[in-house]
């Protein structure tokens, strides 16, 4: 009886060859070189954290200064009094009408106070988007955490006028 390699074709015993080269290299990299190549990724992040790690220290102090710049040109200490100031003299000279100046929301939060400010102003759009611009970013007196336009039917006078409530806030630490 001859062997059943033997009994095929010399281009079938060519395939055959083939197939079975390609299976023991597949079986190959499935038992030592993905194994390897698994264990060389694990070894190059372990090796970019421990560089992350020597440079802690440094990281850490240059981000300490850049908060202290950011903090120190971003929101001024709070002072109502300051704010009621700016507020008053940009609307008397603009001719906006403040319609509510409330007390102050103190919320207490980590160790830090949330002061929340809201002011109602009458008057036309364009000025009352520079009393933002203005509180916001020329006087720094908070940030502007919400802004909200409306219409408003004055009844008494029978027109309608646009108001906007502006929400500042503070952190104090």
Do not use: W
């Amino acid at each position: 009886m001859k062997p059943l390699f033997s009994l095929l074709t010399y281009k079938q015993q060519s395939f055959v060859l083939c197939l079975a080269l390609v299976g023991v290299c597949i079986l190959i990299f499935q038992l030592s070189i993905s194994r390897t190549l698994k264990i060389y990724s694990n070894y190059r992040n372990d090796e970019d954290k421990i560089k992350l790690a020597a440079n802690a220290s440094i990281r850490i102090d240059t981000l300490q200064k850049k908060l202290i710049s950011i903090q120190a040109s971003s929101i001024r200490p709070y002072n109502r009094e300051k704010l009621l100031e700016y507020v008053t003299g940009f609307c008397r000279n603009k001719e906006l009408l403040i319609r509510s100046f409330p007390e102050a929301l103190v919320a207490d939060q980590n160790k830090s106070e949330v002061i929340t400010n809201q002011i109602e102003v009458e008057g036309s759009f364009k000025e009352m988007v520079q009393l933002v611009y203005l509180l916001e970013v020329m006087e720094k007196q908070g940030s502007i955490s919400s802004l909200k336009f409306y219409l408003y039917k004055d009844r008494l006078m029978k027109r309608t006028v646009l108001r906007s409530l502006i929400t500042i806030r503070n952190l104090e630490s």
